[in-house]
């Protein structure tokens, strides 16, 4: 149960951080918008650092926030597939949660916002060409480096890292993979980064916007899944475990 709540808890940061930049940067008359891509990218950089440093200290020990790590990971042992799926659905809903905050802080400025697409944005990604088969390599490229860099940087090869340090290496990661591979689809790179808000913007009285794209959503749940696999395969090949 412990591991469900700091999963929970933990994604729930990562979105309040993550979709709050892109609130902060998007938005109509907020102090920081048209920011840039920099922002951005430096800005979920440090969701991740915070949600897993939320995650471990209510005690996921993982710390994963994200579902297709939370497969691969199970496909070494970590978890019971059956562990897997609660996990997963525990980050859907601390999205949805996290989502529903960023909604809330940035409450005037929806009405004040025309563009329908620019607030989705914030709490979905898009692609910046709608090419289905190119968005799904873009993603199963950003979650395949992602899966792959974290095993590297905790490998047995590397030793022990000192405690606490962990958290900022991942967000060092995450921040690279946004400012090299993020321009096409937005760096989804986690089905519950992107589920869990799209379902909130669905549900929640946001003043103004439009459609969820459903048509879309399907890519940044499916691809990282296959990303994960991917970075297994390549792992397991290199007798990284």
């Not at 090869?157 to 689809?185: E, F, N």
């Amino acid at each position: 149960m412990d591991n469900l709540i700091g999963e929970f808890f933990g994604t729930m940061v990562l979105i309040v951080f993550g979709a709050g930049v892109c609130a902060c940067n998007t938005l109509t008359k907020s102090k920081g918008q048209n920011g840039g891509w920099i922002c951005i990218t430096v800005g979920w950089g440090f969701a991740v650092t915070l949600g897993v440093f939320t995650a471990t200290t209510l005690g996921a020990p993982q710390g994963d926030l994200n579902p297709a790590v939370t497969l691969a990971k199970t496909m070494i042992g970590i978890y019971t597939f059956e562990q897997f799926l609660a996990t997963s659905v525990v980050q859907i809903l601390g999205a949805m949660a996290g989502a529903a905050i960023v909604w809330l802080a940035y409450l005037p400025h929806w009405a004040e916002t025309e563009d329908k697409a620019a607030k989705l944005g914030i709490f979905c990604t898009a692609p910046a060409i709608r090419n289905y088969p190119a968005n799904i390599l873009c993603e199963i490229i950003g979650t395949f480096f992602l899966v792959f860099v974290i095993w590297m940087i905790f490998s047995k090869q590397v030793g022990a890292i000192p405690p606490g340090v962990g958290p900022y290496i991942v967000g060092v990661l995450i921040w690279a993979i946004g400012l090299s591979l993020g321009g096409p689809t937005g760096y989804a790179i986690n089905p519950a980064r992107d589920l869990g808000p799209r379902l909130a913007h669905a549900i929640l009285p946001i003043a103004g916007k439009g459609g969820s794209d459903w048509g879309y959503a399907w890519v940044p749940v499916v691809a990282p899944i296959i990303g994960a696999l991917v970075a297994y395969g390549v792992a397991s090949a290199l007798s990284i475990f």
